[in-house]
């Protein structure tokens, strides 16, 4: 089957962009063929600074004619429904639509709407000029006397048609006087000249022979490798670092690998500092002694030229950056030293946090407050615990920071180590901002454990309290990351926290509306937990069928009784349990609709006249005893256990007993003891939330 080529070729697209804009374009192409009734086999999109190209394999020569039956209102309605009817259908008048017959509903009007196939060249021709002119670029410019808005200066469009065995078609369309055909052009330096391409093999081997490698992801396996090589080669290794190595395969088309190295004397600064400053500055990776660990003073450089000297003047240039920027960093680093961070808190009374939050200095008194609160929850010692929140953000008015905001925290660590500060409370000083993600590590020291969770505390309550709650995608202050790190940190350390309790420790508003925002943030919470477990295969309704329970803020056992649920409810006893306990609400639930009230009062004994209700009233009586002892001694496998034991007499009685007995007394009755198994099974979980 036929396939299409396309590439639009601009000058150079930032890297950031470069894999978004191919994933729109292979989307926004492929969904638009697909709407005009079209099928593919296969698409992919691929990028370089100066081109985005995609090929969609499997296409049909064009799409099918269809024709397609449009019921409209009956005949004889009014003018208005029929002005609808026809502006829906495209008609031009109600004598352009046919009348059928229905022997219930009588003649209603329909209109037979028949498109004609149309050839494949022609769609593609059709909706490429709006794709180009929509293109969702997250900044645009215009130049010249144009009106088309792209990223960089757009100079032509390939657009190729056709079989294996066949000489592709040009597929021609127009868009702001580019007019599409089969030329590209390869490397700016190397290969500047024009030339034609058929199709996808076609256009990468002459690309490859032009010095463009097309695939971003086998220039990133080039520049890895090169690098690999490079280090080995001199007795070290590379650090890797992928978000750098995503960001320099989108910046050269033909990935050329060099080494230069710096003075040796600032390796004196910390790691950190040396790999950000060769990374933000030039782009480059910094390699280490593989024995030590240590860095060492070499640096790997991509370039997108083969240079006649060897690449000698571009590593000459690049070391001339690097000790100009290392320079700077020895500065900053020797001026932050002569001052304790201590000596640096009053100048966060005038760093403003939020404006109706108050100043970083205020939340810093704050954390402190919290942290020593929390400190003997955690296993901490309460004065390190204060001295590690005193000192968490002391180095936000550094010079280090300043340069490399991604420091702080690290740089903290660091100074307080180097001015005689306890291990723990160093150590607490960049560890309470983890976790930043799914896959960073949680803090494990007690004492950053009670300031972690002291400063996300005091973040969430903080928002909630003034209603700057995330909504739907956006989430400006990270509410999300902050309870998903509580989250984490709580559970993969085993804390035994109530939730609640600490809300209103951490934010008096939280006390207020008799609760209502501490339930609130509760339910957040909730959501997250959610998110957290789904990875590891919790369903979302048992989750929800333990927080409806009153009290649930204690994670670790919400999350232990999650899992005994889960469990249990993949059991026979548990799946028929559930089943009968649904049938029981079902009942109850059309019952005290109809009452108006809910079925209330313990069932009385003189009215339990059958075995199997005398055995159920029994049994509840026995699961009920036994599931509060296991919870009370949070033996939840031991509750669920206890559950089991009502699966039998629930089935024996749907089977053997008629609730909707003549006798009233009878009847509502059995009605109560329905409501005994609905209230029995609340012990452990709201059976209602769960699915089943």
């Known amino acids: 089957m036929p396939d299409l080529l396309l590439e639009l070729f601009s000058e150079e697209i930032p890297a950031r962009m470069q894999r978004k804009a191919g994933e729109d374009l292979k989307t926004r192409v492929t969904n638009a063929l697909v709407d005009a009734g079209l099928t593919y086999e296969g698409a992919k999109a691929f990028v370089t600074p100066r081109r985005l190209a995609l090929q969609i394999a499997g296409l049909p020569a064009g799409s099918k004619a269809t024709r397609e039956e449009r019921k409209g209102p009956r005949v004889g309605a009014p003018d208005k429904a029929v002005e609808g009817f026809l502006r829906g259908a495209g008609l031009a008048s109600i004598e352009d639509a046919e009348i059928h017959t229905d022997p219930k509903k009588g003649d209603f009007y329909v209109a037979v709407i028949e498109k004609p196939g149309r050839a494949t060249p022609e769609i593609v021709a059709e909706v490429m000029p709006a794709i180009v002119k929509d293109f969702p670029w997250p900044k645009s410019m215009r130049w010249g006397t144009g009106t088309l808005r792209w990223v960089r200066p757009l100079h032509s469009i390939v657009a190729m048609f056709g079989p294996e065995t066949e000489e592709p078609e040009v597929v021609l369309f127009e868009v702001d006087g580019i007019v599409s055909g089969r030329t590209t052009r390869g490397h700016r330096f190397h290969a500047p000249d024009a030339f034609e391409v058929r199709r996808l093999d076609d256009y990468m081997d002459k690309l490859e022979k032009a010095k463009v490698v097309l695939d971003a992801d086998r220039r990133k396996d080039i520049i890895a490798h090169d690098a690999r090589d490079r280090a080995m080669a001199l007795g070290l290794e590379l650090v890797e670092d992928e978000g750098l190595l995503e960001e320099v395969a989108g910046l050269v088309e033909w990935p050329v690998v060099l080494t230069g190295s710096f003075d040796e004397t600032f390796l004196q600064l910390p790691d950190e500092v040396i790999r950000l400053t060769i990374r933000a500055n030039q782009k480059c990776f910094v390699l280490r002694d593989p024995a030590t660990g240590a860095l060492s003073n070499r640096f790997v450089a991509v370039a997108n030229i083969e240079a006649p000297d060897g690449g000698k003047t571009i ?8 000790r100009a920027r290392l320079s700077d960093a020895w500065f900053f680093w020797e001026t932050d030293l002569k001052a304790p961070l201590e000596s640096r808190l009053p100048k966060l009374d005038d760093v403003v946090f939020h404006e109706k939050l108050g100043s970083q200095g205020a939340r810093v008194n704050r954390l402190e407050a919290l942290a020593r609160t929390l400190a003997p929850a955690v296993g901490a010692d309460v004065d390190k615990a204060g001295r590690a929140a005193r000192l968490a953000k002391a180095d936000l008015p550094t010079q280090m920071v300043y340069e490399f905001p991604e420091l702080q925290g690290q740089i903290g660590r660091t100074y307080a180590e180097l001015q005689g500060e306890d291990a723990s409370v160093a150590t607490a000083i960049e560890d309470h901002y983890k976790p930043q993600g799914p896959s960073d590590d949680v803090p494990s020291d007690p004492v950053a454990i009670a300031v972690a969770l002291a400063d996300k505390l005091d973040l969430l309550t903080g928002f909630w309290a003034i209603d700057e709650k995330p909504t739907g995608s956006k989430d400006p202050f990270a509410l999300r990351r902050a309870a998903l790190g509580v989250l984490r940190i709580v559970l993969e350390n085993g804390l035994r926290l109530r939730l609640l309790d600490w809300f209103k420790a951490a934010n008096a508003a939280m006390d207020a509306q008799d609760g209502a925002l501490a339930l609130d943030l509760l339910a957040f919470f909730g959501d997250r937990l959610k998110v957290h477990l789904k990875d590891e295969g919790a369903r979302h309704d048992l989750i929800d069928a333990v927080f409806a329970l009153e009290g649930q803020d204690d994670l670790l056992m919400v999350v232990k009784r999650v899992e005994a649920l889960g469990a249990f409810l993949a059991t026979d006893d548990g799946s028929n349990l559930l089943a009968g306990t649904k049938r029981a609400a079902n009942i109850l639930r059309a019952e005290e609709k109809k009452e108006g009230a809910p079925i209330e009062g313990a069932p009385h004994a003189d009215h339990l006249v059958e075995q199997a209700e005398i055995d159920l009233a029994a049994a509840i009586d026995t699961a009920r005893a036994d599931m509060r002892d296991a919870l009370a001694r949070e033996d939840f496998e031991g509750a669920m256990t206890a559950l089991a ?48």
């Open 315 to 322: 590593i000459a240039g690049n070391e001339k950056v690097i």
């Open 645 to 692: 034991g009502l699966r039998a007499p629930v089935d024996r009685f749907f089977d053997d007993i008629l609730v909707n007995a003549e006798d009233a007394d009878l009847r509502l009755n059995r009605l109560r003891l329905l409501a005994e198994i609905r209230e029995a099974t609340r012990t452990v979980a709201d059976f209602s939330k769960i699915a089943g």
